[in-house]
């Protein structure tokens, strides 16, 4: 079968779609007639102990209290309230593991059970409202009861990616000061099963304030154990009451922090809290994925190491009471049909992924869906990166039949839920564009000065701009964990006048008001929807004991949106520049940071681009990336260090 994509430039819902949908038209005049009560309203439909006073106290900005006064519970909005209200039997999630036959199914009664087990457990070891707990695990159910575990009892989760290396583990441990560490002994990845303890082991290694580390048994490989420290999760969750009686706090009580990278090499310890955070999470789930919770199967592909996969997998579709289905595996194990028979299997009728599988399944070819029965989808969705519009419509034609909406979110760990997104019922979607701001949430496109920018056929393609969010929302962070200077510095201070949150991302808009995301304009690159800083990928190429010098930039990728081009100058001793050194650095990269921050290229080069005061001009060696003329090079200290670096490639 061929390509027989629709060349639209926008695709109304349809109609049928429209008329059943959970968001209307009045969701935009509610949320303009008057905003905060419009965000009062969407809180009120979590469960409160204590009910808030006051929506919104900005008088401290740039933080905000949201819910002032209010208290609540994470964990019994997401999982006690559905059984007590008698969906106990309802199915929470259908796990499906890697390897294939291992599955699992949860009720809410089930996770119910297991998340107070786990809370017991945690009080046990003598944990507290307030304490840190590191959680290292593949996508298990255990990882999202630990997760809902350290909810209920008001600790703070810093979950991090099972895909990180021992060292970027031990950094966010470190700085967290976290008390316990909740991990696997390994993972199953495409087929093969890995160690994750080992990292844990050498990551906690010498830390004081790590007093337990608690394991899942996933794939029953051997590992080293420290007796007194070490505790199986089998043989302490599992064994613990199912009983447990969860406890109201604050709306501004932190819930977890998600280290994201920075434009410095350390990276951030982005914090959430609870009332505002979760009233933002179900809303969006909710109304963006028009969420019918006795009939769909939802399905987020996402990893519960990023902040997706904690506001739709364990915050957003548990707090509305959803079925969803969770994978562990990747999505060419055993092969490339898996994700379809995924779908097939348990009946998904709403699928979350980002546009990197998407150019992915294409390159794999059509014939991979065609092969599948995909009519149980209804909606589709795509996030992490902006998305091409040959993507968007193939996307919408092989998975959607041509007859599914496509909800393009925008959003970041720091925003904590989607903030730009079509309304399925609602919005005529864009190939390419996330349209608008979601109701409640307030965005615009401006220039250096703050002055907003036109749309594109007064300004054409300089109509190009800062893409800034210039009012507070329920679910925006509340700082950097341990560094309130560096959050206003960050985000605060490129438009502190007007008291604007910065994004870091440009956008323009099209002839139509919708706003186009393009991308990054810092120095955090963006691969497959994971956010690398250069400076951390330069300071692990600098560690190599050959490498004097390193320049690190993103280059347009047609698969992963970014990838990774790295630029080197060797040590005088060091003889070998060829491919067997830069193999060499790529392992170096993937062993400080993660498989997934290692350089598609690296070119040894004898000099880098410099100005006059010594700053690496990282804007021309994207050009030579890229491929494309070299901009204005009047500022370099030696322009003729160009000709030597294209010899290089």
Same mark, same amino acid.
């Given at each position: 079968?061929?390509?027989?994509?629709?060349?639209?430039?926008?695709?109304?819902?349809?109609?049928?779609?429209?008329?059943?949908?959970?968001?209307?038209?009045?969701?935009?005049?509610?949320?303009?007639?008057?905003?905060?009560?419009?965000?009062?309203?969407?809180?009120?439909?979590?469960?409160?102990?204590?009910?808030?006073?006051?929506?919104?106290?900005?008088?401290?900005?740039?933080?905000?209290?949201?819910?002032?006064?209010?208290?609540?519970?994470?964990?019994?909005?997401?999982?006690?309230?559905?059984?007590?209200?008698?969906? /106990?039997? !309802? =199915? @929470? +999630?259908?796990?499906?593991?890697? #390897?294939?036959?291992?599955?699992?199914? $949860?009720?809410?009664?089930? *996770?119910?059970?297991?998340?107070?087990?786990?809370?017991?457990?945690?009080?046990?070891?003598?944990?507290?409202? /307030?304490? !840190? =707990? @590191? +959680?290292?695990?593949?996508?298990? #159910?255990?990882?999202?009861?630990?997760? $809902?575990?350290?909810?209920? *009892?008001?600790?703070?989760?810093?979950?991090?990616?099972?895909?990180?290396?021992?060292?970027?583990?031990?950094?966010?441990?470190?700085? @967290?000061?976290?008390?316990?560490?909740?991990?696997?002994?390994?993972?199953?990845?495409?087929?093969?099963?890995?160690?994750?303890?080992?990292?844990?082991?050498?990551?906690?290694?010498?830390?004081?304030?790590?007093?337990?580390?608690?394991?899942?048994?996933?794939?029953?490989?051997?590992?080293?154990?420290?007796?007194?420290?070490?505790?199986?999760?089998?043989?302490?969750?599992?064994?613990?009451?199912?009983?447990?009686?969860?406890?109201?706090?604050?709306?501004?009580?932190?819930?977890?922090?998600?280290?994201?990278?920075?434009?410095?090499?350390?990276?951030?310890?982005?914090?959430?809290?609870?009332?505002?955070?979760?009233?933002?999470?179900?809303?969006?789930?909710?109304?963006?994925?028009?969420?019918?919770?006795?009939?769909?199967?939802?399905?987020?592909?996402?990893?519960?190491?990023?902040?997706?996969?904690?506001?739709?997998?364990?915050?957003?579709?548990?707090?509305?009471?959803?079925?969803?289905?969770?994978?562990?595996?990747?999505?060419?194990?055993?092969?490339?049909?898996?994700?379809?028979?995924?779908?097939?299997?348990?009946?998904?009728?709403?699928?979350?992924?980002?546009?990197?599988?998407?150019?992915?399944?294409?390159?794999?070819?059509?014939?991979?869906?065609?092969?599948?029965?995909?009519?149980?989808?209804?909606?589709?969705?795509?996030?992490?990166?902006?998305?091409?519009?040959?993507?968007?419509?193939?996307?919408?034609?092989?998975?959607?039949?041509?007859?599914?909406?496509?909800?393009?979110?925008?959003?970041?760990?720091?925003?904590?839920?989607?903030?730009?997104?079509?309304?399925?019922?609602?919005?005529?979607?864009?190939?390419?564009?996330?349209?608008?701001?979601?109701?409640?949430?307030?965005?615009?496109?401006?220039?250096?000065?703050?002055?907003?920018?036109?749309?594109?056929?007064?300004?054409?393609?300089?109509?190009?701009?800062?893409?800034?969010?210039?009012?507070?929302?329920?679910?925006?962070?509340?700082?950097?964990?341990?560094?309130?200077?560096?959050?206003?510095?960050?985000?605060?201070?490129?438009?502190?006048?007007?008291?604007?949150?910065?994004?870091?991302?440009?956008?323009?808009?099209?002839?139509?008001?919708?706003?186009?995301?393009?991308?990054?304009?810092?120095?955090?690159?963006?691969?497959?929807?994971?956010?690398?800083?250069?400076?951390?990928?330069?300071?692990?190429?600098?560690?190599?004991?050959?490498?004097?010098?390193?320049?690190?930039?993103?280059?347009?990728?047609?698969?992963?949106?970014?990838?990774?081009?790295?630029?080197?100058?060797?040590?005088?001793?060091?003889?070998?520049?060829?491919?067997?050194?830069?193999?060499?650095?790529?392992?170096?990269?993937?062993?400080?940071?993660?498989?997934?921050?290692?350089?598609?290229?690296?070119?040894?080069?004898?000099?880098?681009?410099?100005?006059?005061?010594?700053?690496?001009?990282?804007?021309?060696?994207?050009?030579?990336?890229?491929?494309?003329?070299?901009?204005?090079?009047?500022?370099?200290?030696?322009?003729?260090?160009?000709?030597?670096?294209?010899?290089?490639?």
């Amino acid at each position: 079968m061929t390509d027989t994509y629709v060349d639209a430039s926008s695709f109304p819902p349809p109609g049928e779609f429209a008329l059943n949908a959970n968001a209307s038209a009045e969701l935009y005049r509610e949320a303009e007639r008057d905003r905060l009560a419009f965000w009062g309203k969407q809180a009120k439909r979590l469960s409160w102990d204590s009910p808030f006073t006051e929506v919104l106290d900005w008088s401290q900005a740039p933080f905000a209290k949201w819910f002032v006064g209010g208290k609540l519970n994470v964990a019994y909005n997401c999982v006690d309230r559905h059984v007590e209200a008698g969906h /106990g039997s !309802r =199915v @929470a +999630i259908h796990w499906e593991g890697e #390897p294939v036959g291992d599955s699992r199914t $949860l009720t809410y009664s089930d *996770l119910l059970a297991e998340v107070c087990k786990a809370a017991n457990t945690l009080t046990e070891l003598g944990l507290v409202a /307030g304490d !840190r =707990v @590191a +959680i290292y695990m593949p996508m298990v #159910p255990e990882a999202i009861v630990a997760m $809902l575990a350290c909810a209920r *009892l008001g600790l703070l989760h810093s979950v991090v990616f099972a895909g990180f290396s021992a060292s970027a583990l031990k950094a966010r441990i470190e700085d @967290a000061e976290a008390k316990l560490v909740i991990t696997t002994d390994g993972q199953y990845r495409r087929g093969k099963a890995v160690s994750l303890k080992d990292a844990v082991d050498e990551a906690v290694s010498g830390q004081s304030h790590v007093e337990h580390v608690l394991v899942v048994r996933r794939t029953g490989m051997d590992m080293p154990w420290t007796e007194g420290r070490d505790l199986w999760w089998h043989q302490t969750v599992d064994k613990a009451s199912p009983e447990h009686t969860p406890e109201a706090f604050d709306s501004e009580h932190p819930l977890f922090l998600l280290y994201t990278s920075g434009t410095t090499g350390s990276p951030k310890g982005i914090v959430h809290t609870s009332g505002g955070y979760l009233t933002q999470a179900s809303y969006t789930h909710y109304n963006v994925f028009d969420i019918k919770v006795d009939t769909d199967v939802f399905w987020c592909t996402a990893d519960i190491g990023w902040v997706t996969g904690h506001t739709y997998i364990a915050y957003g579709p548990l707090s509305n009471g959803a079925t969803q289905v969770v994978y562990e595996g990747t999505p060419a194990s055993p092969d490339e049909h898996r994700h379809f028979q995924v779908i097939e299997k348990y009946g998904v009728t709403i699928y979350y992924t980002a546009p990197t599988l998407i150019r992915t399944f294409m390159k794999w070819g059509r014939e991979l869906p065609d092969a599948h029965d995909l009519t149980s989808l209804r909606l589709l969705g795509t996030v992490g990166e902006p998305i091409n519009p040959e993507a968007w419509r193939w996307y919408r034609d092989a998975f959607g039949g041509n007859r599914t909406p496509i909800v393009d979110t925008w959003w970041q760990t720091e925003t904590g839920a989607a903030m730009i997104s079509p309304l399925p019922g609602v919005t005529a979607a864009v190939p390419g564009s996330a349209t608008q701001p979601l109701p409640g949430i307030s965005a615009r496109v401006v220039d250096d000065h703050g002055n907003t920018i036109g749309r594109s056929h007064e300004f054409g393609e300089h109509a190009q701009g800062y893409l800034v969010l210039d009012q507070p929302w329920p679910s925006m962070l509340r700082g950097i964990w341990g560094d309130p200077e560096r959050y206003k510095e960050t985000y605060w201070s490129r438009f502190a006048e007007q008291g604007w949150y910065f994004a870091g991302d440009g956008a323009r808009y099209d002839d139509d008001g919708n706003i186009w995301v393009l991308g990054r304009i810092d120095d955090v690159m963006n691969v497959s929807g994971h956010r690398i800083s250069t400076a951390e990928v330069e300071s692990a190429l600098v560690g190599h004991a050959h490498v004097a010098e390193a320049a690190v930039v993103g280059a347009n990728d047609d698969t992963t949106g970014q990838a990774i081009i790295a630029f080197v100058i060797l040590e005088a001793h060091a003889k070998d520049t060829g491919s067997e050194m830069v193999e060499e650095l790529r392992a170096e990269v993937a062993r400080e940071i993660s498989p997934i921050a290692k350089p598609r290229e690296i070119h040894v080069v004898p000099e880098l681009p410099k100005t006059r005061s010594g700053k690496i001009m990282r804007r021309l060696l994207r050009d030579v990336a890229e491929g494309r003329e070299l901009g204005d090079t009047s500022t370099l200290l030696d322009p003729s260090v160009f000709e030597a670096i294209r010899e290089s490639k």
